[in-house]
């Protein structure tokens, strides 16, 4: 059974930092490209960025491109996101989901992460 | 990339059939289309329902469709049964970088 299991949320004031982990299991890891993505409250939801099987390309959304770093571990079958300068508008549930061909076919339950002084 | 574009919001009564559009998708230089559509209940992650504008995953039940024309993409569901009723977001990949369409919300009256 395909399982995403995201940690590492919680509360971080404005400015400050967040990791957040997805442990991965049920399937080769390493064989599948990754995304995060996030919902603020209330809102619809937004892909946040992509990283390749290898960990060799990298893409962000604008509104992350900077300040957010996503990276893998495919030796621990792990995702990871960094979030440094965290604004108030990074406030929501994080989603980690795998990439088949060109849909996500299984996501994670969700990490909160709230930026709040 | 912007959104793509939903109706807010759509209702119908068990047994009727309720289409969401979606609207700024587009195919690639094959010619090939990349739209997936999501259900997402209250407090639940997302779930793909459909994929590649017209396939289902398995266990979803082909009370669900997609449709696309140009580029406006379409999900039809069917028999509208009680449980249908949450959020659904449609969304374009291209490999790499995915846009989300802006949700809708489905009512079962």
């Known amino acids: 059974e395909v399982q995403l299991v995201e940690s590492g949320g919680g509360l971080a004031q404005p400015g400050g930092s967040l990791s957040l982990s997805c442990a991965a299991s049920g399937f080769t890891f390493s064989l599948y490209e990754m995304n995060w993505v996030r919902q603020a409250p209330g809102k619809g939801l937004e892909w946040i960025s992509y990283i390749s099987t290898t960990g060799m390309a990298k893409y962000y959304a604008e509104s992350v491109e900077g300040r957010f770093t996503v990276s893998r571990d495919n030796t621990k079958n792990s995702l990871i996101l960094q979030m440094n300068s965290l604004r108030v508008e990074d406030t929501g549930v994080y989603y980690c989901?795998?990439?088949?061909?060109?849909?996500?076919?299984?996501w994670g339950q969700g990490a909160l992460v709230t930026v709040s002084s | 990339q912007s959104a793509l574009t939903q109706p807010p919001s759509a209702s119908g009564s068990p047994g009727q059939s309720v289409t969401i559009s979606c609207t700024g998708t587009?195919?690639?230089?094959?010619?090939?289309?990349?739209v997936s559509w999501y259900q997402q209940h209250p407090g639940d992650a997302p779930k793909l329902i459909i994929f590649e504008v017209n396939k289902r995953p398995p266990g979803v039940p082909d009370r669900f469709s997609g449709s696309k024309s140009v580029n406006t993409a379409s999900l039809t569901v069917s028999g509208l049964q009680a449980e249908d009723e949450g959020d659904y977001y449609c969304a374009s990949n291209a490999g790499t970088i995915s846009v989300f369409g802006t949700g809708t919300k489905v009512t079962v009256l």
């Open positions: 587009s195919s690639d230089a094959d010619g090939n289309n990349y």
């Open positions: 989901a795998r990439l088949h061909f060109y849909h996500l076919d299984f």
